[in-house]
T-cell receptor
């Protein structure tokens, strides 16, 4: 069984650009959540997808959007990047659907916006 | 609404000493509670979780935590620190309010282990 993987590991973008981050969940995990972890902070919930539908959203603007695919992969898209978007972005998958209380995290993508 | 407070952004111990990382939570219903560890440049790894069974929860790497409802606490302990325990530790609470089990994380405590 493979774990949760994310790509790329590091990324540098310029303010105003758009970025797509990718996550591959563990096989059979039909729920994926995305988090933003700023330096020195705990992870902040962005949104969750369950069976390809958005299932919950944190306090992030609409320029943060996502997709989940049938093959257990997902994407986080961020438009009009701002300097404050610089952070580690984590995805986490869950094995039992929307009500699962256990999450398996990937290693994260470090995004730097200049 | 659920929330979690981790007391102390940094905790420093000597190798072999007791490790105590503090976590207090706020929840309107009986919560699920978690401790995660994050090593540099890595994602979060689950150490242990409380799900309303035994109040003393044993996790990986010799860590354990005790759920104390009267104190709304879920402190993480380890009898003897190892150099390899140096990492960032996050406490998280999830109470299913509104039908969602999205966890709320604390700000983290950095554990420093001196030789």
């Amino acid at each position: 069984e493979t774990g949760v993987t994310q790509s790329p590991t590091h990324l540098i973008k310029t303010r105003g650009q758009q970025v797509t981050l990718r996550c591959s969940s563990q096989s059979g995990h039909n729920t994926v959540s995305w988090y933003q972890q700023a330096l020195g902070q705990g992870p902040q919930f962005i949104f969750q997808y369950y069976r390809e539908e958005e299932n919950g959203r944190g306090n992030f603007p609409p320029r943060f959007s996502g997709l989940q695919f049938p093959n257990y992969s997902s994407e986080l898209n961020v438009n009009a990047l701002e300097l404050d978007d610089s952070a580690l972005y984590l995805c986490a998958s869950s094995p039992e659907g929307a009500a699962s209380n256990e999450q398996y995290f990937g290693p994260g993508t470090r995004l730097t916006v200049t | 609404a659920q929330s979690v407070t981790q007391l102390g952004s940094h905790v420093s111990v000597s190798e072999g000493a007791l490790v105590l990382l503090r976590c207090n939570y706020s929840s309107s219903v009986p919560p699920y509670l978690f401790w995660y560890v994050q090593y540099p440049n890595q994602g979060l790894q689950l150490l242990l979780k409380y799900t309303s069974a035994a109040t003393l929860v044993k996790g990986i790497n010799g860590f354990e935590a005790e759920f104390k409802k009267s104190e709304t606490s879920f402190h993480l302990t380890k009898p003897s620190a190892h150099m390899s325990d140096a990492a960032e530790y996050f406490c998280a609470v999830s109470d299913g309010s509104g039908g969602s089990y999205i966890p709320t994380f604390g700000r983290g405590t950095s554990l420093i282990v001196h030789p």
